[in-house]
Nanobody, 124 residues
Framework: QVQLTESGGGSVQAGESLTLSCTASRSIISMNVMRWYRQAPGKQRELVATLPARGTESYADSVKGRFTISKDYRTFTVYLLMRNLEAEDTAIYYC??????????????????WGQGTQVTVSA
């Protein structure tokens, strides 16, 4: 199974920036769809950003113009650049990647993995 390791969370003041990263392990052939979700206390999980391998990215209305999702195929890492953070952005952020990996004896297998979550806290 492909494991995703997240980092970059922390506590910041409103108006500051943070960059989250999500790095995949194992033998990765391709990343087909990359996503970032978040879940605030007492609220449902929210899709924040989506980056298809062969399409344009999309964002939730609440973060459009402030957040940017990007990727690095060389290191199999997905990033979320968060600018002008607001108190409402406080949540646990999770990355999700769908793709293909090298399985046993050279077979190509699909994967759909999630990161462990990283806390982002924004103070007014």
């Amino acid at each position: 199974q492909v494991q995703l390791t997240e980092s970059g969370g922390g506590s910041v003041q409103a108006g500051e920036s943070l960059t989250l990263s999500c790095t995949a392990s194992r033998s990765i052939i391709s990343m087909n769809v990359m996503r970032w979700y978040r879940q605030a206390p007492g609220k449902q999980r929210e899709l924040v950003a989506t980056l298809p391998a062969r399409g344009t990215e999309s964002y939730a209305d609440s973060v459009k113009g402030r957040f940017t999702i990007s990727k690095d195929y060389r290191t199999f890492t997905v990033y979320l650049l968060m600018r002008n953070l607001e108190a409402e952005d406080t949540a646990i952020y999770y990355c999700n990647i769908e793709g293909a990996r090298s399985g046993q004896w050279g077979k190509v297998e699909p994967f759909n993995s999630w990161g462990q979550g990283t806390q982002v806290t924004v103070s007014a």
